[in-house]
């Protein structure tokens, strides 16, 4: 139960004769009518935690704190870096992209055309073994 729980309990215990009781003629509160031993002081119950719990909620604390920072830092970055999402910019992308394929395609085709003599493979002027011409390897 909390204080403030606890607080309204204890004016509603105060029976309706007493309130009546500590009113002056002219229907105002007497505050020296009031006696002071009547009211009890209380306060509001201290917690107790342990060193695990106070460091648990440190740990969520900096948590939170953390993902609020990254949270407005993102929030900043998609105002002044703004990432264009369209399709219309990924259309465009696409087509740069081929662009730049055609344009690799043409240079490899002529590239061809000037050298039509070499073979497929950078390999095929060398021989395949150096003992292929050897005749100690023949026997």
């Known amino acids: 139960m909390s204080y403030l729980e606890e607080q309204a309990i204890q004016c509603h215990a105060l ?3 007493e309130a009546t009781d500590l009113r002056g003629p ?5 505050a020296a009518s009031i006696d002071a ?22 740990h969520k604390i900096y948590r939170a704190h ?5 949270d407005y830092h993102k929030s900043i970055d998609d ?8 399709i219309g910019w990924l259309t465009t ?7 730049k394929l ?10 061809q055309e000037k050298e039509p003599d070499e073979g497929q493979s950078i390999d095929d002027r ?12 023949e026997s």
């Open 15 to 17: 029976s309706l004769e």
């Open 26 to 30: 002219d229907e105002t509160w007497n």
């Open 37 to 58: 031993e009547s009211f009890e002081y209380t306060r509001p119950p201290a917690d107790h935690y342990s060193t695990e719990e106070v460091d648990d909620m440190v």
């Open 66 to 70: 953390e993902c609020m920072t990254e």
């Open 79 to 86: 105002d002044y870096y703004p990432f264009n999402k369209n």
């Open 93 to 99: 992308c696409k087509k740069e992209m081929k662009h």
């Open 102 to 111: 055609e344009l690799t395609i043409q240079i490899v085709q002529k590239q």
């Open 126 to 137: 060398y021989q395949l073994s150096i003992d292929a011409n050897c005749g100690a390897s």
